[in-house]
Nanobody
């Protein structure tokens, strides 16, 4: 089970860090990814961190502004977003799959949180 937090209403140009708490799993068996669903758009994969946090993966659209990290002791995953723009508005989800970040496709992730809303005003 995943529970996201940290969303809210922010101004363009600001930074935000989202958190994903994981319960009831052997955390280091799973890669954790962040996804975003913007209004009237399909859910898209943003970034993934594999079991021990090495070599995270990023979608091209967020490279340089988004940073993913994980704390295996706390079973927490984070997504830092810098220089927020209105296009970052959406519901942010964390999700997990076994072991590796070989994909950012929605259908390849089995376990999902309920999401946290991020709204960026211009």
């Amino acid at each position: 089970q995943h529970v996201e937090s940290g969303g809210g209403l922010v101004q363009a140009g600001e930074s935000l860090t989202l958190s994903c708490a994981t319960y009831g799993a052997n955390f280091t068996d799973y890669a954790i990814a962040w996804f975003r669903q913007a209004p009237e758009k399909e859910r898209e994969g943003l970034s993934c961190t594999a079991q021990f946090g090495k070599s995270p993966a990023y979608a091209d659209s967020v490279k340089g502004r988004f940073t993913i990290s994980r704390d295996n002791n706390k079973k927490m995953t984070y997504l830092q977003i810098n220089s927020l723009i209105p296009e970052d508005t959406g519901i942010y989800y964390c999700a997990s799959r076994r072991y590796l970040c070989s994909t950012l496709r929605v259908e390849d992730y089995a376990y999902w949180g309920q999401g946290t809303q991020v709204t960026v005003s211009s």
